[in-house]
């Protein structure tokens, strides 16, 4: 029998699985569910369960300095449900929506399967770049087709890890309200952060009405607990939830994580910050050993989330590196998955939350190798 490739897994965008409260959790249904079990008898509420959505109001304020009111929160099925419904309630098949120019898989998929025309926008290492949002919105102007929003994850974006500063947040809403057009924030992993966040979200410095604001409870979790949450005031939020069509966001599952996060909501954020930011130290060390040498191979250093923003060199053999790589057990994602137009680009994403920390070092030197087989013969 063949021997087992060992896995490095740089592809799963989870949390470290080794905080995953499930002692807790189990505890908190036990507490809860013998009080309140006989209301999982009925569907739950539109917006859902109160509890749980004072949680994310709570949440807010301490990380962003603003209480918003519990009736602009509304429940979802994880985040990705929030950008579906962004798609249903705020455009038209055949509308157009300004997007980063790398952006989340899931987002591309969901805007693309609704119809929706992608236009990106450049990014560097703080994010969008203004100069090309004010260039994107100007064209569209020219040709008559307002964008139906502007979707951004403004901190510690997917797939580069990039965080906008204070001045290019403050221009991209002066820029969305010059020209009329919507922001979507998709802040779902705010607070897995290693350094004290500088800007507030954006949904802080608008104006009511201007942003929409997308939060999860899964990125602090796990992606198996699918809760995330809206934050809109009305009438924006009722015109979003109207596409809400599943019966309603889990009570039971809302229940269980209320009760937990009642009184261990940041210990468990600071618990589970920290032991991905020792693997993001581990992986930016491991990067600067095996690459700190090649001029053309940079990365980003991500102040928090899960992931890291890899520059290949641009002569090498895409196909062949991820080939070599996969029979080496090292998984990644590519960057062409993540380029709005689906172009092939010289890039690849790190995901750190997930792998073990001891591994960090031994997949990097194994990628460095791969790499090394898959560019040009110097002869």
Same mark, same amino acid.
């Given at each position: 029998?063949?021997?087992?490739?060992?896995?490095?897994?740089?592809?799963?965008?989870?949390?470290?699985?080794?905080?995953?409260?499930?002692?807790?959790?189990?505890?908190?249904?036990?507490?809860?569910?013998?009080?309140?079990?006989?209301?999982?008898?009925?569907?739950?509420?539109?917006?859902?369960?109160?509890?749980?959505?004072?949680?994310?109001?709570?949440?807010?304020?301490?990380?962003?300095?603003?209480?918003?009111?519990?009736?602009?929160?509304?429940?979802?099925?994880?985040?990705?449900?929030?950008?579906?419904?962004?798609?249903?309630?705020?455009?038209?098949?055949?509308?157009?929506?300004?997007?980063?120019?790398?952006?989340?898989?899931?987002?591309?998929?969901?805007?693309?399967?609704?119809?929706?025309?992608?236009?990106?926008?450049?990014?560097?290492?703080?994010?969008?770049?203004?100069?090309?949002?004010?260039?994107?919105?100007?064209?569209?102007?020219?040709?008559?087709?307002?964008?139906?929003?502007?979707?951004?994850?403004?901190?510690?974006?997917?797939?580069?890890?990039?965080?906008?500063?204070?001045?290019?947040?403050?221009?991209?809403?002066?820029?969305?309200?010059?020209?009329?057009?919507?922001?979507?924030?998709?802040?779902?992993?705010?607070?897995?952060?290693?350094?004290?966040?500088?800007?507030?979200?954006?949904?802080?410095?608008?104006?009511?009405?201007?942003?929409?604001?997308?939060?999860?409870?899964?990125?602090?979790?796990?992606?198996?607990?699918?809760?995330?949450?809206?934050?809109? &005031? #009305?009438?924006? $939020?009722?015109?979003? *939830? =109207?596409?809400?069509? !599943?019966?309603?966001?889990?009570? %039971?599952?809302? /229940?269980?994580?209320?009760?937990?996060?009642?009184?261990?909501?940041?210990?468990?954020?600071?618990?589970?910050?920290?032991?991905?930011?020792?693997?993001?130290?581990?992986?930016?060390?491991?990067?600067?050993?095996?690459?700190?040498?090649?001029?053309?191979?940079?990365?980003?250093? &991500? #102040?928090?989330? $899960?992931?890291?923003? *890899? =520059?290949?060199?641009? !002569?090498?053999?895409?196909?062949? %590196?991820?080939? /070599?790589?996969?029979?080496?057990?090292?998984?990644?994602?590519?960057?062409?998955?993540?380029?709005?137009?689906?172009?092939?680009?010289?890039?690849?994403?790190?995901?750190?939350?997930?792998?073990?920390?001891?591994?960090?070092?031994?997949?990097?030197?194994?990628?460095?190798?791969?790499?090394?087989?898959? $560019?040009?013969?110097?002869?």
């Amino acid at each position: 029998m063949a021997e087992a490739v060992r896995e490095f897994n740089f592809g799963a965008g989870n949390p470290d699985p080794g905080v995953f409260p499930a002692a807790g959790l189990a505890a908190a249904a036990a507490r809860v569910l013998p009080r309140v079990g006989k209301m999982l008898a009925r569907y739950p509420e539109m917006k859902g369960l109160p509890e749980l959505r004072q949680v994310a109001v709570d949440r807010f304020e301490h990380s962003h300095g603003l209480r918003p009111p519990i009736d602009h929160i509304a429940l979802t099925n994880g985040s990705m449900q929030g950008l579906l419904l962004s798609a249903q309630g705020l455009a038209r098949p055949g509308d157009c929506v300004v997007v980063e120019e790398f952006t989340y898989v899931g987002t591309i998929r969901v805007f693309k399967q609704n119809g929706l025309e992608l236009l990106p926008v450049t990014q560097d290492d703080q994010g969008m770049q203004m100069d090309n949002l004010q260039e994107v919105l100007e064209r569209q102007d020219r040709l008559g087709r307002k964008p139906a929003f502007i979707y951004t994850t403004a901190s510690y974006q997917n797939p580069t890890g990039t965080t906008q500063p204070l001045e290019r947040r403050e221009r991209l809403i002066e820029l969305a309200r010059e020209h009329d057009v919507r922001i979507v924030e998709d802040d779902c992993y705010a607070d897995v952060s290693f350094e004290p966040q500088m800007a507030p979200a954006l949904y802080k410095l608008a104006k009511q009405g201007e942003v929409m604001y997308l939060g999860s409870f899964s990125k602090i979790l796990g992606p198996g607990v699918r809760l995330g949450y809206i934050l809109a &005031p #009305e009438p924006l $939020l009722s015109d979003v *939830l =109207k596409w809400k069509m !599943d019966g309603g966001t889990s009570d %039971l599952s809302s /229940l269980i994580v209320a009760e937990y996060f009642k009184d261990s909501l940041w210990g468990h954020v600071e618990e589970g910050s920290l032991a991905v930011q020792h693997k993001r130290d581990a992986l930016l060390a491991a990067l600067q050993h095996e690459f700190g040498n090649r001029p053309d191979m940079h990365w980003t250093r &991500p #102040e928090g989330g $899960l992931f890291l923003w *890899l =520059k290949l060199p641009d !002569d090498v053999d895409r196909d062949r %590196l991820q080939e /070599l790589a996969l029979a080496q057990g090292i998984h990644y994602a590519t960057g062409k998955s993540f380029h709005s137009l689906d172009q092939d680009v010289p890039y690849l994403r790190l995901a750190f939350g997930w792998i073990a920390q001891d591994d960090i070092a031994e997949g990097i030197r194994r990628l460095a190798d791969c790499l090394r087989q898959a $560019l040009p013969s110097q002869d």
